[in-house]
T-cell receptor, first 115, second 115 residues
Framework: EAGVAQSPRYKIIEKRQSVAFWCNPISGHATLYWYQQILGQGPKLLIQFQNNGVVDDSQLPKDRFSAERLKGVDSTLKIQPAKLEDSAVYLC?????????????FGQGTRLTVV | GENVEQHPSTLSVQEGDSAVIKCTYSDSASNYFPWYKQELGKRPQLIIDIRSNVGEKKDQRIAVTLNKTAKHFSLHITETQPEDSAVYFCAASIRVTSGTYKYIFGTGTRLKVLA
């Protein structure tokens, strides 16, 4: 089966600019996750969707980050305005459903560099 | 609080030796514990997982043990090979609401297998 698709793979922007990332999960997967992975750290959950509803966004910096999954399929994550500390790899993952014990399949990630 | 601690942060072993990585979690309701392997520049991939109703699970050279009372779980890799070199992340399921879960990741262990 096709994996989780993300674009772009790399992005370099100046601070205070805006940026958007796109994710297409595995077909039929109801749950979609956005993680931020800063170099040398573990993935940190930013937001989790079940279909088109938000399950958890407690770690999302809502003053600058936003995400949507309008039709319950693909999703976009936006940062506006970006800060230097937003430099990280943004990983999208999906799983068939949301019960504990379901594998999360990760995309290749988008490496963001803010200069 | 939601916390998963992982140790050590780096681990070097000789080829053929065993490697052990340990994680502790804080939420007593956690009931699913996956381990992911991330090679340089690649996506995290699930290598083994364990549910709270079992104490140990093995898959060839990889095993995971779980101690629910102490709230810790460990990854064991035997007969290590150079291709085992990667960053390993543990994770624990955290209940968001009844029937919904999210995964909190540890900080990662960089394993180097020396030939």
């Amino acid at each position: 089966e096709a994996g989780v698709a993300q674009s772009p793979r790399y992005k370099i922007i100046e601070k205070r600019q805006s940026v958007a990332f796109w994710c297409n999960p595995i077909s039929g997967h109801a749950t979609l996750y956005w993680y931020q992975q800063i170099l040398g750290q573990g993935p940190k959950l930013l937001i989790q969707f079940q279909n088109n509803g938000v399950v958890d966004d407690s770690q999302l910096p809502k003053d600058r980050f936003s995400a949507e999954r309008l039709k319950g399929v693909d999703s976009t994550l936006k940062i506006q305005p970006a800060k230097l500390e937003d430099s990280a790899v943004y990983l999208c993952a999906s799983s068939p459903y949301m019960g504990a014990g379901t594998e999360a399949f990760f995309g290749q990630g988008t490496r963001l560099t803010v200069v | 609080g939601e916390n998963v601690e992982q140790h050590p942060s780096t681990l070097s072993v000789q080829e053929g030796d065993s490697a052990v990585i340990k994680c502790t979690y804080s939420d007593s309701a956690s009931n699913y514990f996956p381990w992911y392997k991330q090679e340089l520049g690649k996506r995290p991939q699930l290598i083994i997982d364990i549910r709270s109703n079992v104490g140990e699970k093995k898959d060839q050279r990889i095993a995971v043990t779980l101690n629910k009372t102490a709230k810790h779980f460990s990854l064991h890799i035997t007969e290590t090979q150079p291709e085992d070199s990667a960053v390993y992340f543990c994770a624990a399921s955290i209940r968001v609401t009844s029937g919904t879960y999210k995964y909190i990741f540890g900080t990662g262990t960089r394993l180097k297998v020396l030939a």
